[in-house]
């Protein structure tokens, strides 16, 4: 089976002001470098549109409303001091959050055996109530209440390799045994959680924090406590939240990894992880600021996804 691509041409139309790291050009650049290797092992899919009600199990209703009466007639509107939305960011963070539901449906139906979704703006920071760092709805928070709800999975994990703490999914699922949350970050540094005290309710949240400077044989000595918790909580499906902001050319974070270490990373979590989770996997874009980096790693991250059998 081949490996399922999900975007959207509304990704550009979330505006976000000159000289904003969280720019169009992020998913122009990966989309690029999608059609120019044209491979013949990837499936090409739209966002899938969606009730507001899937979006209630993530956020509070009142957070909703206020995220939906916040898209300006015209010009710029910040949601908080760096998260910005413009009149087309409406459509784009309804497509963000609908390219994970088309991912899901698409792996349970059997259209593809996994996927990448790549679309902006990205979620991880976006808390039950609160817009941050670029985010405003929580995207793979969304699609892990949506396994739950739709497809009845007791066991899901989130494994977030984006160089900031996804403070907002630990937010999310911090109480709710069901969900495994695990995230490597610089630490410390934006957004300032992620310490190795932060466990769960349920022992269901992992933090790796991680100093700067952090190479990349450092971070995969580290990751294998990933995969540890992952062979001990074996899920039933799997989502990444992947930014591929800590790599060593970005400029907004000091770790050090390669964009071979992105295929390595994903490549030994598909392997840990195929007794338990039979493939089961979706993966959804977060960070990731300079183009080239983000081209060649986004390509070497889903290259893992198509080569699993």
Known sequence: MKTGLITSDTYQNHNTGEGHPEKIDRVTAVIENFKKLDNKNLVWKKPSSFEQSILIKTHTKDYIKKVNLSF??????????????????KDATKDAVGSIISAIDGVEKKEFKNAFCCVRPPGHHAEKEKAMGFCIFNNVAVGANYLIEKYKYKKIAIIDFDVHHGNGTQDIFYNDKNVLYISTHQYPYYPGSGSEKENGKHNNVLNIPLEAGTTGNEYLNAYEK???????????????????????????????????????????????????????IVSIL????????????????????????
Do not use: M, W
């Open 72 to 89: 300006p007639q015209s010009g710029l509107k910040f949601l908080d001091g760096d998260t910005v939305v413009s009149p087309g960011s």
């Open 226 to 280: 990933v995969l540890d918790k992952l062979k001990e909580f074996k899920p039933a499906f799997l989502l990444f939240s992947a930014g591929f902001d800590a790599h060593i050319d970005d400029p907004l974070a000091q770790l050090r990894l390669s964009s071979e270490d992105f295929y390595k990373i994903t490549k030994r979590t598909l392997e840990v992880s195929k007794p338990f989770c039979n493939g089961n």
């Open 286 to 309: 977060e960070g990731g600021y300079d183009l080239r980096a983000l081209q060649e790693s986004t390509q070497r991250h889903v290259d893992a996804l198509i080569e699993f059998n």
